[in-house]
T-cell receptor, first 113, second 110 residues
Framework: ETGVTQSPTHLIKTRGQQVTLRCSSQ?????VSWYQQALGQGPQFIFQ???????GRGNFPPRFSGLQFPNYSSELNVNALELDDSALYLC????????????FGPGTRLTVL | QKEVEQDPGPLSVPEGAIVSLNCTYSNSAFQYFMWYRQYSRKGPELLMYTYSSGNKEDGRFTAQVDKSSKYISLFIRDSQPSDSATYLCAIDSGYSTLTFGKGTMLLVSP
């Protein structure tokens, strides 16, 4: 176990809806990253938060947004859901901003109908 | 050309075989190389981490990096059915984000 938890485990939404996914980082980890993993693909970087500020973003549209809280838990919000948003969403935490090891949570599987 | 290329498999081997998994990458600026293992419906777990050319060994696992060829490998000795999973290579450019390959599905039969 990595100490990173995510909720919910599974989620089903319809196109156009909004969704919020949650992540609780490992204790002492102040950097969290979110990844999207489509079926049969490797994870793709969405964005990263360090001390409550976004400090890196992948090639994802603005309808993907996030928050990091003082206790280092975080949220991923997706607005105007599209069918292609169906994927496993992973968060990963690590103790700093360098190249420390990233520890992944089990993921939230989102299905958009 | 994708930044990280990895054959998706599946790769099927009998128990006890030596497994070789490979990735190529395009950006010579990449500095840190990782292998993750992902079981079905689970998050990736880190297996090996290296930042230099050469070999790094950990039990039955050996990670190999050839920066001149932009080629990374993971070898698994004495493979076990419990090794059946998807293996993801990942590269950290030094800007704290990981670029993953598609993953290779490995099936080890008893």
């Amino acid at each position: 176990e990595t100490g990173v938890t995510q909720s919910p485990t599974h989620l089903i939404k319809t196109r156009g809806q909004q969704v919020t996914l949650r992540c609780s980082s490992q204790s002492g980890h102040n950097t969290v990253s979110w990844y999207q993993q489509a079926l049969g693909q490797g994870p793709q970087f969405i964005f990263q938060y360090y001390r409550e500020e976004e400090n890196g973003r992948g090639n994802f549209p603005p309808r993907f947004s996030g928050l990091q809280f003082p206790n280092y838990s975080s949220e991923l919000n997706v607005n105007a859901l599209e069918l292609d948003d169906s994927a496993l969403y992973l968060c990963a935490s690590r103790p700093g901003q360098g190249t420390d090891t990233q520890y992944f949570g089990p993921g939230t599987r989102l299905t958009v109908l | 050309q994708k930044e990280v290329e990895q054959d998706p498999g599946p790769l099927s081997v009998p128990e006890g075989a030596i497994v070789s998994l490979n990735c190529t990458y395009s950006n010579s600026a990449f500095q840190y190389f990782m292998w993750y293992r992902q079981y079905s419906r689970k998050g990736p777990e880190l297996l090996m981490y290296t930042y230099s050319s050469g070999n790094k060994e950990d039990g039955r696992f050996t990670a190999q990096v050839d920066k001149s060829s932009k080629y990374i490998s993971l070898f698994i000795r004495d493979s076990q059915p419990s090794d059946s999973a998807t293996y993801l290579c990942a590269i950290d450019s030094g800007y704290s984000t990981l670029t993953f390959g598609k993953g290779t599905m490995l099936l080890v039969s008893p």
